[in-house]
Nanobody, 116 residues
Framework: QVQLVESGGGLVQPGGSLRLSCAVSGISFAISVVGWYRQAPGKQRNLVAT???????NYADSAKGRFTISRDNAKNTVYLQMSSLKPEDTSVYYC??????????WGQGTKVTISS
């Protein structure tokens, strides 16, 4: 069964940092495009960052220079390192994976709160 299990969320003060992790199983991770999305209450789910199977990364404008997506194929894990966090980064962050083809999968989400 396909599973995307996220961890690392929590409460952080503005300017702080967090690293989110997503452990993927049940699909071929190495050939998957992986990414992170976020969705605040009452708002749409938006792209944060993606990491293709070929090593190309893409970031939302709001994430550039502050967030870094990475992947460890040996551990079937994708990470999102977040720095210089702002209150507007508060959201539920979702891991996403798409193996070769149209099928795609989502994690359950992990909550990130940036507040004093």
């Amino acid at each position: 069964q396909v599973q995307l299990v996220e961890s690392g969320g929590g409460l952080v003060q503005p300017g702080g940092s967090l690293r989110l992790s997503c452990a993927v199983s049940g699909i071929s991770f190495a050939i998957s495009v992986v990414g992170w999305y976020r969705q605040a209450p009452g708002k749409q789910r938006n792209l944060v960052a993606t990491f293709t199977r070929g090593g190309t990364t893409n970031y939302a404008d709001s994430a550039k220079g502050r967030f870094t997506i990475s992947r460890d194929n040996a551990k079937n894990t994708v990470y999102l390192q977040m720095s210089s966090l702002k209150p507007e980064d508060t959201s539920v962050y979702y891991c996403h994976a798409q193996p070769d083809g149209p099928a795609n999968y989502w994690g359950q989400g992990t909550k990130v709160t940036i507040s004093s």
